[in-house]
């Protein structure tokens, strides 16, 4: 199953989780690349979900991978700059969290949600290369599965049929 289709699965079972949950969840679609095509002017995403729960409220950039890591430097990183920028600019907000929620499938399918200023901390130290005190590898241009493991806030799941449930409870109740 291509990438993109398996990207698309973990943001319904986000959505679907959210829902069951009694979590506001608002999902941004993607551009149509018709639009893209016809060379329509088209403002890019700042982010994929917007979840609230009645007292805080967490904008967050979905990302799914088979591998071990994702990019957030180079020709095309998963991890892009302008999303960076814009969950940094919501987390200045009172009472709005702003984060990544990486899907590891190669890796028990674990997810973590990573807060942006631990991930902004990690990468000015990784590009960088500044002292610090990770135990796992620091990559100047992603971010691996370790790294997420030691900064980020375990989302808990459990697969129902054929699809996982995600305890988005859980992730409101830790940050």
């Known amino acids: 199953m291509g990438s993109n289709k398996e990207g698309k699965i973990f943001e319904e079972s986000i959505e679907e989780s959210a829902n069951k949950q009694n979590i506001f969840c608002f999902r941004v679609r993607d551009v149509n690349p018709m639009a893209l095509k016809n060379n329509f002017s088209i403002p890019k995403n700042k982010y994929d979900f917007l979840l609230f729960n009645g007292e805080r409220l967490i904008t967050a950039e979905l990302k799914s991978a088979k591998g ?93 049929v054929s699809r996982y449930a995600y305890l988005l409870n859980k992730l409101f109740e830790e940050i």
Not at 75 to 95: C, E, R, Y
Not at 107 to 129: D, K, L
Not at 133 to 139: G, H, I
């Open 68 to 160: 071990k890591s994702f990019s957030f430097d180079g020709k095309n990183p998963k991890i892009k700059p302008h999303q960076v920028k814009a969950l940094t600019k919501a987390s200045n907000s009172k009472n709005v969290h702003a984060g990544l929620i990486l899907n590891f499938r190669e890796c028990e399918n674990r997810t973590f949600y990573i807060p942006i200023n631990r991930f902004n901390t990690y990468t000015n130290i990784a590009v960088n290369g500044l002292e610090h005190t990770y135990n796992s590898r620091v990559n100047k241009s992603s971010i691996p599965f370790g790294i997420c493991e030691e900064i980020g806030i375990e989302i808990k799941q459990h697969k129902r």
